[in-house]
C-alpha cells in the first residue's frame, strides 16, 4: 500500500480497481491503507470485496466490521442475492426471497447496491445448473461428485431454470458478473468439479443466445443501472418486480413463473397494451400470462431494444 506499492503499481499500469479475496480476513486497518493507496492513485477506482453475508452489519474477529461506512470498500460480492435466486427456483417461497432482497436493499447505502457484484456461480460454488437440476451432493466425496452427470431430462429442465435465474440476476439491482461457463451450460459440483475447461464449440447455444439478449438489455434500459427496486404481489411460485429510473424516463418489468403450469399476474394499468420483449410471456388487456418454468421482461422504452 506504499507509493511504490503493488496496489498502486497496478492502477498506474491501467487496471480499474481491486477485488479483495476473503475481506474479513483483512484487518481494518490494511482495508484503510489499501483504500488511500488506490485513490490518491486513481480517484475512481474500485474496490469489491468477498463478504459472503451482509456486509453491513458482519461480525468477524470479535468486532462489527466498517466495510460499508466509508474509507473502505466500494462495494461486495452479492452472496444474498445469489442465495434468494437459487433457492426461489428450487422451491422456496417468493416472500422469502423478498425478504433476502429487501434485507441488501434496505441495509446497503445505494451507491453499494449499484455496484453489487452480482453472480449465481462462482469457483467457491457448485455450478448453478448442477444446483438447480441434479442430486444434492449430500456430504458425499469426490469419488461420487466425479461420476455424476446431468441426465437428458434434468438438463433439459436445468438449462430452462438457468433462463430464470440469469433473468433476475441481469434484473435485479447490482452489476450482473458470470462465472465462465455457466452462460454456456457447464456442469459441475464443488471444487474441482466447477473448473472445467470453457467447452469450446460445445456450448449451449439456446443459453449463451439467451445471456446476450440479456447483455443487451443491460446496455438500452438506464433502469437496470440505478432504478430503484419495487416488488409487485405474484403469488408464491412467481417472482415479480419493477425497476424505474424517474429521471431518465425508463421502466423495466420482470416476472418470474418457477412453477410447471402457466400462472398470471395483475399489473398496474399502465403496463396494459405493452410487449414481452424477452421471454415465454403475453400480456392480455392488464395481466400477464406466464408459461410454465418461464419468464417475461418488459420495457416501457420498447423503441430501445
Known amino acids: 500500500t506504499g507509493e511504490q506499492g503493488v496496489v498502486r503499481r ?156 440469469s433473468a433476475l440476476q441481469y434484473c435485479l439491482p447490482g452489476v450482473p458478473c458470470v462465472y465462465y461457463g455457466d452462460e454456456a451450460g457447464m456442469e459441475g459440483y464443488r471444487d474441482p468439479f466447477n473448473r472445467g475447461c470453457y467447452p469450446w464449440g460445445q456450448e449451449d447455444e439456446g443459453l ?19 432504478g430503484v427496486f419495487r416488488p409487485l404481489p405474484a403469488g408464491n411460485e412467481v417472482v415479480c418486480f419493477l425497476r424505474e429510473d424517474a429521471a431518465r424516463g425508463s421502466r423495466l418489468l420482470c416476472a418470474v413463473n418457477r412453477a410447471e403450469a402457466e400462472r398470471t399476474v395483475v399489473l398496474p394499468g399502465e403496463w396494459r397494451g405493452y410487449t414481452v420483449q424477452l421471454g415465454g410471456g403475453w400480456i392480455a388487456e392488464d395481466v400477464l400470462h406466464l408459461p410454465g418454468e418461464d419468464c417475461a421482461i418488459v420495457m416501457m422504452e420498447t423503441e430501445a431494444f
Open 10 to 165: 497496478w492502477l498506474a499500469a491501467g487496471a480499474a480497481g481491486w477485488r479483495l479475496d476473503v475481506a474479513d480476513e483483512l484487518p481494518d486497518e490494511f482495508l484503510d491503507a489499501l483504500r488511500r493507496a488506490a485513490r490518491s492513485e486513481k480517484p475512481d477506482a474500485l474496490i469489491l470485496g468477498e463478504v459472503w453475508e451482509d456486509a453491513s452489519n458482519k461480525q468477524s474477529y470479535g468486532h462489527r466490521r466498517r466495510y460499508l461506512l466509508g474509507r473502505q470498500l466500494d462495494s461486495v460480492m452479492n452472496y444474498p442475492f445469489r442465495a434468494a435466486i437459487l433457492d426461489f427456483l428450487r422451491g422456496g417461497p417468493a416472500e422469502d426471497f423478498f425478504n433476502r432482497i429487501w434485507d441488501v436493499v434496505e441495509n446497503y447505502p445505494p451507491q453499494v447496491t449499484r455496484l453489487l457484484m452480482n453472480s449465481i456461480g462462482t469457483h467457491d460454488t457448485e455450478r448453478a445448473l448442477t444446483l438447480l437440476a441434479g442430486e444434492p451432493a449430500g456430504g458425499r466425496g469426490r469419488a461420487w461428485q466425479a461420476a455424476q452427470k446431468l441426465s437428458p431430462v434434468q438438463r433439459e429442465r436445468g438449462l430452462r431454470l438457468m433462463r430464470l435465474a
Open 208 to 226: 449463451l443466445g439467451w445471456h446476450r439478449k440479456l447483455g443487451q438489455l443491460r446496455r438500452v434500459c438506464p433502469a437496470l443501472k440505478e
